[in-house]
């Protein structure tokens, strides 16, 4: 469906170059909901312009439907941008239009006529939950409500890819959770292939099948998003997921260890299995849990615990059997 395939993008002032993305690839297939995650300056919303070519690759290239579209130009780009909506952080909504004509307004430019705009926008605006507010101004909505007209507008023309970036770090974590629900709802619905981009792991948990992170212009790691999750692989990847599972713990427990302080990590039916009782009983272990937790990413089970065991002759047997009932077993060092 997509392919970026060794994308770079390079920015010149007078006194030096830089490369805001390096030597990117991914495939993003039909009907993903691909998550692109990394911090500010990461290079992940000019990665995602090249799709639409609203950024020019300075070098690579990208493929849409086995067809490579970077040098599009005129009729052959327009025809291309036709068939990718885009969601954005700030909404960009006109001001002196309503919810309607805002709507409308990418249906207008393509041609579409009177009565079949004014059909696709009351159904749009019954999609998002504002057919009560057709006739209302920006000024007039929540920002919740703003960036609902955002992606009616994005959806206007029937696109078959929908580029989100960041179209929720405007929002409060309430707005936030109904707009990322509405946008699962309408991928469930009409299957749009969705890339997204965001800074934010809970994000990606909560939306995404697929997800690349990104770190200074490159792709540090990519995979199903679940298995980011429960077995991160580079340093930078370890971080994100360390913060947004809240895995940190004060400094005095550290000192205050008298055994092994470790990070047990489970993933599938071995998340709802009762390992520990059977460490307790097994080995007359002294286990206190420290942190713990099971969550399900795309409806699959991932549990991670935190735990210190006391002075114990058996710690090396404990931790071997450990490592063969659970995912993981790490020495937590915060």
Known sequence: MVHIDNVSVEFHTKEHAFKAVDGVSLKIEEGEVFGIVGTSGAGKSTLLRTINLLQRPTSGAVWIDSVNVTNFTG????????????????????????????????????????????????????????????????????????????IARALANNPRILLCDEPTSALDLETTNSILELLKDIHQKIGITTIFITHEMDVIKKTCTKVAVMDKGVVVESGDVYDIFAAPKHPFTKKLVSHTLNLELPERIHKDSKGALLKIVYSGQRAEESVLSDIIHKFDADINILHGKIEYINEKPLGILIVDIKNNNNIDDIVAHLKQRTTSVEAFNG
């Open 75 to 150: 009729d052959k780009l327009r025809s291309i941008r036709h068939k990718i909506g885009m969601i954005f952080q700030h909404f960009n909504l006109i001001h002196t239009k309503t919810v309607f004509d805002n709507i409308a307004f990418p249906m207008l430019i393509s041609g579409a006529d009177k009565e079949v705009i004014k059909a696709r926008v009351l159904e749009l605006a019954t999609l998002v939950g504002l057919s009560d507010k057709i006739h209302f101004y920006p000024s007039q909505l929540s920002g919740g409500q703003k960036q609902r007209v955002g």
